[in-house]
């Protein structure tokens, strides 16, 4: 297995979360930026992962916005759906 393909492993083993519509959310994100994550676009959303659920949720929900810049553009993009 790759260097890509353990980083997007990895990826998937953080998306597990206590609450199933996070989970789900951060889900499909991985599943349709599976090939640009495993090339190596992976820090931000990484770091994104390592924050709380509840945050995630109320950032995810639009009840508030992510104080990062580098977060607001990756939580807008985890947000639309296909």
Do not use: N
């Given at each position: 297995?790759?260097?890509g ?6 990826l ?8 199933r ?31 709380e ?11 508030c916005?992510?104080?990062s810049?580098q977060?607001?553009?990756?939580i ?6 296909e």
């Amino acid at each position: 297995m790759g260097q890509g393909a353990e980083r997007v492993k990895r990826l998937r083993w953080l998306c597990r979360r206590g609450m199933r519509e996070l989970e789900l959310m951060l889900e499909a994100f991985l599943r349709r930026e599976e090939g640009a994550l495993s090339d190596g676009q992976w820090p931000d959303f990484e770091a994104l992962l390592s924050c709380e659920d509840d945050r995630l949720w109320d950032w995810f929900q639009g009840a508030c916005d992510s104080e990062s810049k580098q977060f607001q553009g990756l939580i807008d993009r985890i947000r639309e759906r296909e």
